[in-house]
């Protein structure tokens, strides 16, 4: 079974700096795709970022980017510029890439809390 | 285009007694996903229905817990009889059979006193 550890309970950051979330994963399978999930009060859990593990190529969104290590199975994400809206619990998922729908499911991380101060 | 639709947002309801949640997925989504969020933690899948077939209910204990998919659309969530430990966020998510992207609800938040 994959499992997803988030080892930073909490992080903090001020605006407009850099900060780093991390998170590894562990699994048998060579085709996956790994996610980082933002989480506001309101519970609503957005998509921030996909990485397929068939590329190499770092996903980018906007002030979003991740740093995907393969064989280290890491897969941090930054967020650079933070803004006060960045504050949220941050949940780095896993899916399968096989075909089969039981494999379709994500796999989540314990989280990380982020708070932006001003 | 609408998002994953909830109700209720919250509940609160005293052990031993039974509780539903209903869920209406994105037009068109073929798949629809229950998962329990307990403080602290990440989601758990629950269930997974593709149309109105089962897909995987592994982790859904099922003495307690039932859930239907009608016509493939909407979706209920039913505990019963509820204890403290059920006390969580129940999110229901939903996607495309391809390219799988999950969409979110809001989810409802059980608290079980």
């Known amino acids: 079974a994959q499992t997803v550890t988030q080892s930073q309970p909490e992080m903090s950051v001020q605006e407009a700096e850099t900060v780093t979330l991390s998170c590894t994963y562990d699994?048998?399978?060579?085709?996956?795709?790994l996610f980082w999930y933002k989480q506001p009060p309101s519970r609503q859990m957005i998509l921030v970022i996909r990485?397929?593990?068939?590329?190499?190529q770092n996903a980018t969104e906007n002030r979003f980017s991740v740093n995907f290590q393969k064989a280290a199975k890491s897969f941090s994400l930054k967020i650079s510029d933070s803004q006060l809206g960045d504050a949220a619990m941050y949940f780095c998922?896993?899916?399968?890439?096989?075909?089969?729908?039981?494999?379709?499911?994500?796999?989540f991380g314990k989280g990380t809390l982020l708070t932006v101060n001003p | 285009e609408a998002g994953v639709a909830q109700s209720p947002r919250y509940k609160i309801i005293e052990k031993r007694q039974s509780v539903a949640f209903w869920c209406n997925p994105i037009?068109?989504?073929?798949?629809l996903y229950w998962y329990q969020q307990i403080l602290g933690q990440g989601p758990k899948l629950l269930i997974q229905?593709?149309?109105?077939?089962?897909?995987?209910d592994s982790q859904l204990p099922k003495d307690r817990f039932s859930a239907e998919r009608l016509k493939g659309v909407d979706s209920t969530l039913k505990i019963q009889p509820a204890k403290l430990e059920d006390s969580a966020v129940y999110l229901c998510?939903?996607?495309?059979?391809?390219?799988?992207?999950?969409?979110f609800g809001p989810g409802t938040r059980l608290t079980v006193t």
């Open positions: 229905f593709q149309n109105n077939g089962v897909v995987d």
């Open positions: 990485q397929e593990a068939y590329k190499q």
């Open positions: 998922a896993y899916r399968s890439a096989e075909s089969g729908g039981s494999n379709y499911k994500l796999t």
């Open positions: 037009s068109g989504h073929a798949t």
């Open positions: 699994t048998s399978e060579s085709d996956y795709y």
């Open positions: 998510a939903s996607s495309l059979s391809w390219p799988y992207e999950q969409y």
